[in-house]
């Protein structure tokens, strides 16, 4: 039987005060204190080390531990509102095939067949993070190609997007689909001209790759739950949580959340291994059972929490699935997809609104976000609720009137600079001139919806300030500038999107998100002050340590 996790009592240790070169406060002031009190994992006092002190004194017999961060400056931990941390791991084990490794197919195909050497028999081939405008040829892969990795197991080439990728033949095989086998609702496996099969596959056409017995979430989102064995999967969510804490990260949204995610938070929650706070938006194929269960808010503890439902509207604009009826510019042939018929999808909205439950969808284009928005509004209307805090995760390219409907509505867009900063130029050459406009902050700023940043580890690495960077000079990383500065937003803007507005997005703002008496002594410590280091360099402030609940859990 599995033990109930955090039930032992925290051991009694002498409260401690965090001092520093400088603190950022983050709340609603703009404080910058001297020092602040940690008293078991929260904070008791923030203000001088003299006012430290007395609040120490007032409430415990023991002498306080004076921690002198040195040079060190101070914020809170950021908070990553939208993220895959078992996926993360999981593509640590996978073979990287991203633009530092590879720049040509045949460099991918030398990287995954030496990969092949190395593994077990039958064992899987599994590469990630290609981005085929990345490629000298300006296409995917094919399984032709993916067959001189191997003949005789799977291949599997992951897009840097996360919604699908290329696999060899084999795979094909062995799942039972061929020219004839019809696209799922959601999803697609691509074909020439002759009508072959080609390799590619997008979206709800994941589920295959699961098998028999894996996870299967239909036409809910791109299926990457491929299963491992779950001491594997274990060791793959404690490797993506260091990773996190290396990036300054405490706290993180899990944006979709299977049977496969839930194992594993236990698991590492009942050996007393997870550390970070979790947050779990369970994908929208659970919704009625979770309704079923009367989970009609967030419920949990402080490490690990239910907070709502992930739904997917369209596909993603780095893999071209986001949903562009009239074609691609880079491609008039691709359309992309909807993930549900409107109605059907403002249904489920308005039965998820109808019992308390945030909604947390994936919408890309234009028209995917016009469905979610009219979903929104629609449910609101028939249940007003002015803090709902329904979120649109990435929000790449609403248009002005729309966001001027999501601040009326109180939506909450969680955007991801690392994105634009990736691969902005391809989102220009996919959809033309608009594409400039991916990842708006500035234009939500200025209208009044909340700036809310994150990563989507792992199509970005957890490192927050690259995504700050990138959110205040909207210069990707071949030098391109995304459309133009008023896109941008400030450097405290930007600390807030990853700090207390994501907090917000999470409904953890009264314990999260800011250094203010009463809630979680959560922090990182940064080697350099973002707001005096100049924008295109905040990539390089390194994070020396990393703070949970007043006890350090990383260092550089």
């Known amino acids: ?17 965090i001092v520093a070169k400088k603190i950022y406060a983050l709340d609603t002031e703009g404080t910058t204190p001297e020092a602040f009190l940690v008293i078991d994992d929260r904070i008791h006092q923030v203000g001088t080390v003299a006012e430290c002190e007395a609040a120490a004194a007032a409430v415990s017999a023991l002498t306080p531990e004076i921690v002198d961060l040195g040079e060190g400056v101070v914020v809170p931990g950021f908070i990553d509102a939208h ?129 028999l017995e894996g996870v299967k979430i239909g036409h809910h989102g791109p299926n990457f739950h491929l299963a491992d064995e779950p001491e594997e999967h274990k060791r793959q969510l404690a490797a993506a949580q ?87 510019v880079g491609d008039p042939c691709r359309t992309g997809q909807l993930y549900h018929d409107p109605r059907d999808y403002t249904m489920l909205i308005k039965k998820a609104h109808a019992v308390g439950l945030q909604t947390a969808t994936h919408s890309q284009s234009p028209v995917a976000l016009e469905m979610v928005i009219n979903a929104i509004e629609e449910a609101l209307a028939e249940n007003p609720d002015a803090d709902a805090r329904h979120r649109i995760e990435h929000c790449g390219l609403p248009t002005p009137e729309q966001i001027k409907r999501m601040a009326q509505a109180g939506i909450m867009p969680v955007n991801q600079p690392q994105h634009h900063f990736n691969w902005g130029e391809g989102v ?19 209208a009044g919806v909340p700036v809310t940043i994150s990563s989507d580890a792992p199509v970005a690495e957890p490192r927050p300030l690259e995504a700050l960077q990138a959110a205040t000079s909207r210069i990707t990383r071949r030098g391109h500038q995304l459309g133009s500065d008023d896109l941008a937003v400030s450097v405290d803007t930007a600390l807030r999107g990853h700090t207390i507005s994501a907090a917000r997005a999470l409904g953890r703002e009264d314990e999260l998100g800011s250094l203010e008496v009463g809630k979680r002594a959560d922090f990182a410590v940064l080697g350099a002050d973002p707001y005096s280091t100049p924008v295109t360099e905040l990539a390089a402030v390194q994070v020396d340590s990393t703070w949970v609940g007043g006890n350090k859990v990383y260092t550089r």
């Open 83 to 211: 993220a895959h941390p078992l996926m993360h791991g999981q593509m640590m084990s996978w073979v990287d095939c991203g633009p530092e490794q590879a720049s040509s197919i045949p460099e991918i195909v030398a990287l995954l067949s030496e990969a092949a050497k190395k593994l077990p028999a039958g064992r899987p081939v599994r590469g990630y993070g290609y981005e085929q405008r990345n490629l000298a040829e300006q296409r995917h892969p094919n399984r032709f190609e993916l067959d001189q990795v191997a003949t005789d197991r799977e291949v599997y080439l992951m897009n840097a997007s996360g919604h699908g990728g290329v696999v060899n033949s084999y795979t094909f095989e062995l799942h039972g689909v061929d020219r004839d086998t019809p696209n799922p609702k959601g999803g697609e496996f691509f074909r020439d001209a002759d009508g072959e099969l080609t390799g590619e596959l997008s979206d709800a056409a994941c589920n295959v790759l699961t098998g």
């Open 428 to 446: 220009e050459h996919a959809v033309g001139t608009p594409g400039e406009r991916f990842n708006p902050l500035g234009e939500f700023e200025r």
């Open 1 to 17: 039987m599995r033990k109930l996790a955090f039930t032992k009592a925290s051991e009694i240790s002498a409260p401690k005060i």
């Open 242 to 328: 260091e990773d996190f804490f290396k990036g300054g990260v405490t706290t993180i949204g899990d944006a979709q959340v299977s049977r496969r995610e839930f194992d594993m938070y236990l698991r590492l929650a009942e050996s007393g291994d997870l550390k970070m706070r979790v947050s779990m938006y369970l994908l929208s194929h659970l919704l009625d059972e979770a309704i079923e269960m009367g989970l009609h808010g967030q419920f949990g503890n402080e490490y690990l929490s239910f907070a709502g439902i992930k739904f997917y509207s369209d596909g993603t604009l780095g893999g071209w699935t986001a949903y562009f009826p009239d074609g691609y």
